[in-house]
């Protein structure tokens, strides 16, 4: 497991920043809606924390994508 978070460490802190900043604009604007501080926080940490999840794996796609498409302009 330290191995795997080693290796993919700059990925789980932008993972990880993402996500503190997603969660303080999902927590302004659930309260605008809202009104309501307990109401705004709970939204503000559901949605975001089910996104930083997607978020981990669709940049290492992402990243995957990258490394073939260089291997592939590199092999022609």
Known sequence: ??????A???????TGT????????AAMVAYAVTG???TSMTLSLLEP???AFVFF???????????RL?????GT
């Open 1 to 6: 497991m330290a191995r795997y978070v080693r």
């Open 8 to 14: 993919n460490l700059p990925t789980i802190m932008k």
């Open 18 to 25: 993402y996500y503190v900043a997603h969660v303080t604009v």
């Open 36 to 38: 309501d501080l307990l």
């Open 49 to 51: 924390t089910v996104q």
């Open 57 to 67: 794996f669709h940049e290492k796609a992402w990243q995957r994508a990258a490394r």
């Open 70 to 74: 260089s291997s592939a302009l590199q």
